[in-house]
């Protein structure tokens, strides 16, 4: 590694950082300014304030604007070097424009390395910790109801409760249906069905079981019964928010699992599994197309590529979201929603990298 990609290097990623570490700041003063109210009624001891909560704060901000921070640093100091005519000093002493990107490409892998980490194994990690804190002195724990909640629970089983209250994890007008190859073989209704957490065990009350068999039926009734089901009371009321506290592999067989079950929520799951993979990537797509953009010296200088690279980027994490949306509510593929904006813009990158000042 010659004198060139360490100076290029140490300047990417200098910026980078310096960048997202004043924002950091002037986030986190915000942040303690909206729940200082908090903080003194509750009277949060110092020291979780500060590891508990901010410590595990940082990364999720850090991977959050990793992407438009990168593209940022990019268009800053590369259009800094262009006004100070060393892009035009280094294409002349004999180095290509594609050796000079070499540097770029390094820091850019660095940086998607470093949020694809952040993404899939820290922060599922710090995000429990801040859900903790949160729950002690912030806010309450979630409650409410859900309703109309059906799934398999296994293969050929299948279970559906009216409505499930979350505060005493009990779901009112149950139903579990069996089907064999043959079809129906039981059914079992009750009025409830309550979660025993020292048992481990659901307890169903007023209960009628229809044993289906060839010569008919039998009917058995009961006013409670203990049961065990492939079930536990956080799978009536899975909320996309637990995605942020699963790593990839959890994640994934989460999406295993919710696919047998035939979970409703299953589409936003799959997005956020394939996001974790792009949005990383998008790290080098937005480098590419910083480098050049801003490699060419024009007379608006760094404001002007400031400009038109900040448009570039919100344009795209605006049609990420409208892809997105189309995957959520319509039939395109979570894969390819997720993958269209970095193909579209990583083709814009390589014709801007085409009419780049050679």
């Known amino acids: 590694m010659k004198k060139l990609d360490l ?37 949060p001891p110092l020291q979780s304030i500060i590891f508990q909560y901010y410590f595990n704060f940082i990364p999720f901000f850090i991977n959050q604007f990793s992407a438009l921070f990168t593209f940022i640093a990019v268009i800053f100091f590369t259009s800094k070097l262009a006004s100070n005519t060393e892009i035009v000093a280094i294409l002349n002493s004999g180095i290509s424009f594609r050796r000079m990107l070499r540097p770029y490409l390094i820091s850019a892998f660095v940086l998607a390395s470093m949020s694809f980490v952040l993404t899939n194994f820290v922060i599922p990690e710090t995000s429990k910790n801040m859900q903790e804190f949160q729950k002690k002195y912030l806010k309450k724990g979630k409650k409410g109801s859900d309703s109309n909640i059906h799934m398999q629970i296994s293969p050929g089983v299948f279970a559906y409760v009216e409505s499930f209250n979350k505060s005493n994890n009990t779901g009112y007008r149950f139903s579990l249906e069996g089907f064999d190859e043959e079809g129906m073989e039981y059914k ?56 942020l506290y699963m790593n ?55 404001g002007f590529h400031l400009g038109v690279g900040i448009t570039i980027c919100f344009a795209f994490i605006l049609f990420m979201q409208i892809t997105t949306v189309f995957a959520t509510f319509g039939n395109l593929p979570p894969v390819i929603a997720v993958w269209i904006p970095n193909v579209i813009f990583g083709i814009l990158g390589f014709y801007l990298l085409k009419i780049a000042p050679k």
Do not use: C
């Open 248 to 302: 990839y592999r959890e994640l994934r067989n989460f999406i295993a699992q919710e696919k047998i079950r035939g979970s409703g929520n299953l589409m936003k799951f799959q997005i956020e599994k394939h996001k974790r993979i792009a949005f990383p990537f998008a790290t080098i797509v937005l480098t590419i197309i910083g480098v050049s953009l801003s490699s060419r010296k024009v007379r608006g200088g760094i």
């Open 7 to 43: 100076y290029i290097i140490r300047k990417f990623l200098g910026t980078f950082f310096y960048a997202i570490a004043l924002l950091a700041v002037v986030i986190i003063i915000f942040d303690i300014s909206e729940k200082i109210d908090d903080f003194l009624e509750r009277k």
């Open 188 to 243: 079992i209704t009750a009025d409830n069905i309550r979660w025993d957490s020292v048992a481990g065990t659901w307890k169903i009350d007023n209960w009628v079981k229809r044993q289906i068999n060839p010569k008919g039926e039998v009917i058995t009734r009961g006013a409670t019964k203990d049961t065990l089901l492939n079930l536990k009371p956080g799978d009536f009321s899975v909320d996309f928010d637990d995605a």
